[in-house]
């Protein structure tokens, strides 16, 4: 079946634009989470849903980034007035249920640059 | 602070070889740890999940042990192939779940 997907794959932007990065979760997937990583770096946790509500949001570095997840399946990441620090592979992840010991399956991830 | 460290930062070996990685955490509540494997520029894959009550899980040629008194794990890699050249990251699951704290990675390659 179908794994997770996301896009755009790359996305170029201008410093003070704001972007709009998709995740498309495997199909009956309850939990969904989202990742950034840097360059040479493991990922770093930023948020996470259980259907569409979201559970823990304290990884997002500050208000400019927010997540949803409408009806429980596709999510979005929206980081406004990007900076350049921002820069990164954004990658989301799914799993079946969230206990924990479920395993996340990852998608591509979107390659965000910031001009 | 929740924090989770690998050692060593990187590593090469001989193919055929065995070798072992270690992961030191604090993290708290713990509810599992996990060992992925990310190939360059792919996304992590999933090895091991161990929850507080397993000492060792096993996947094919990987390893993973847990000790949940010290707060360390290890991942042994047995006879080494080609293929095993990739980053292997250890995770440690904080919140139910719900959250994990990502090492650094250790970069390995294996040479023939």
Same mark, same amino acid.
Request: aromatic share 10%; glycine share 12%; proline share 5%.
């Given at each position: 079946?179908?794994?997770?997907?996301?896009?755009?794959?790359?996305?170029?932007?201008?410093?003070?634009?704001?972007?709009a990065l998709r995740c498309d979760p495997i199909s009956g997937h309850v939990s969904l989470y989202w990742y950034r990583q840097a360059l040479g770096q493991g990922p770093e946790f930023l948020t996470y849903f259980n259907y569409e509500a979201q559970q823990d949001k304290s990884g997002l570095p500050n208000d400019r980034f927010?997540?949803?997840?409408?009806?429980?399946? @596709?999510?979005?990441?929206? @980081?406004?007035?990007?900076?350049?620090? #921002?820069?990164?592979?954004?990658?989301?992840?799914?799993?079946?249920?969230?206990?924990?010991? #479920?395993?996340?399956?990852?998608?591509?991830?979107?390659r965000l640059t910031v001009l | 602070k929740n924090q989770v460290e690998q050692s060593p930062q990187s590593l090469i070996i001989l193919e055929g070889k065995n070798c072992t990685l270690q992961c030191?955490?604090?993290?708290?509540?713990?509810?599992?740890?996990?060992?992925? /494997?990310?190939?360059?520029?792919?996304?992590?894959v999933s090895l091991t999940i161990m929850t507080f009550s397993e000492n060792t899980k096993s996947n094919g040629r990987y390893t993973a042990t847990l000790d949940a008194d010290t707060k360390q794990s290890s991942l042994h890699i047995t006879a080494s192939q080609l293929s095993d050249s990739a980053s292997y990251i250890c995770v440690v699951s904080a919140d139910q779940g719900? /959250?994990?704290?990502?090492?650094?990675?250790?970069?390995?390659?294996?040479k023939p």
């Open positions: 079946g179908a794994g997770v997907s996301q896009s755009p794959r790359y996305k170029v932007t201008k410093r003070g634009q704001d972007v927010s997540a949803e997840r409408p009806e429980g399946s @596709i999510s979005t990441l929206t @980081i406004q007035r990007t900076e350049q620090r #921002d820069s990164a592979m954004y990658r989301c992840a799914s799993s079946l249920w969230h206990r924990g010991e #479920d395993t996340q399956y990852f998608g591509p991830g979107t | 030191n955490y604090t993290v708290s509540p713990f509810s599992n740890l996990r060992w992925y /494997k990310q190939d360059t520029g792919r996304g992590p719900g /959250k994990l704290i990502f090492g650094q990675g250790t970069e390995l390659s294996v």
